[in-house]
């Protein structure tokens, strides 16, 4: 509870509610995972007005969630940032991720993820000395992802016949530079250009899914924007 009560009053909220909802602890320094993170936390960063240093990961349970096994034939999952304003971030520890009011998102009615921590970071809505919230998640995106490379403001769902739907940018992680969590890759390379495609509608790519329960909240990464 006494890490529960520090971050909920970051968060301005109730810490038994956030205990009740979900198991967080700090997440031990000595572990491998942790470096891992801030590295793709360092890697990732692409916008020099949205500078970000990590102050504190917190490992999330949440007692809803199952956890992914990385099984053999288990769907492609990736771990992907999601940032959002700090009044959220409570709601997300407690009921999880849901689908958002439409208002014409590029990509639809869906909850949408970044590969870069500073793409992520800008929807924080926090100036420069302040500190904010960024979710690592492990979704589950399926093999077969929907490349898109134009709008596709009306979708509801993917495609016939995909996962999910990944908008392709300009700007991507060095692949080689994955690493595995328990399963999920992790892209935390270096970012390089992608020249797969003659043209993209995207900088940096997107990452979107349709139905919130094949999300799992793993980490909050708590930052400070310099």
Same mark, same amino acid.
């Given at each position: ?5 520090? #971050? @909920? @009053? ?13 198991? &967080? ?51 492609f ?11 959220? +971030?409570?709601?997300? &520890?407690?009921?999880?991720?849901? #689908? ?25 809505? +926090?100036?420069? =000395?302040?500190? =904010? ?7 589950? #995106? ?14 509801t ?7 999910? +739907? ?16 328990? =399963? ?9 250009t992608?020249?797969r ?16 329960n094949? +999300?799992?909240?793993?980490? #909050? ?6």
């Open positions: 509870l006494p890490i529960c009560k520090r #971050l @909920a @009053a970051s968060l301005n909220c109730d810490p038994a509610a956030l205990a009740s909802a979900a198991e &967080i602890v700090d997440h031990a320094q000595d572990r491998k995972s942790y470096q891992q993170i801030i590295d793709y936390v360092t890697n990732s960063q692409c916008h020099p007005n949205c500078v970000i240093t990590v102050t504190r990961i917190y490992k999330i349970l949440r007692g809803k969630e199952r956890r992914f096994t990385g099984r053999k034939g288990e769907p999952r990736m771990m992907l940032w999601h940032g959002t304003k700090t009044s959220a +971030v409570a709601g997300i &520890i407690q009921e999880g991720f849901a #689908l958002p009011v439409p208002k014409g998102q590029m990509y639809g009615n869906g909850v949408y993820f970044a590969d870069r921590s500073s793409k992520s970071a800008q929807y924080c809505g +926090v100036a420069k =000395g302040g500190s =904010g919230f960024l979710f690592l998640c492990d979704v589950k #995106l399926g093999e077969k992802m929907y490349r898109a490379k134009n709008a596709h403001n009306n979708l769902q993917p495609p016939p016949g995909f996962t999910s +739907v990944k908008g392709t940018g300009a700007q991507i992680p060095n692949w080689r530079e994955n690493v595995d969590y328990f =399963g999920s890759i992790m892209p935390i390379g270096k970012t390089k992608c020249t495609y003659p043209s993209y509608n995207l900088v940096y790519n997107e990452y979107i899914v349709y139905d919130p094949i +999300v799992n909240v793993v980490f #909050l990464v708590e930052v400070k924007f310099t």
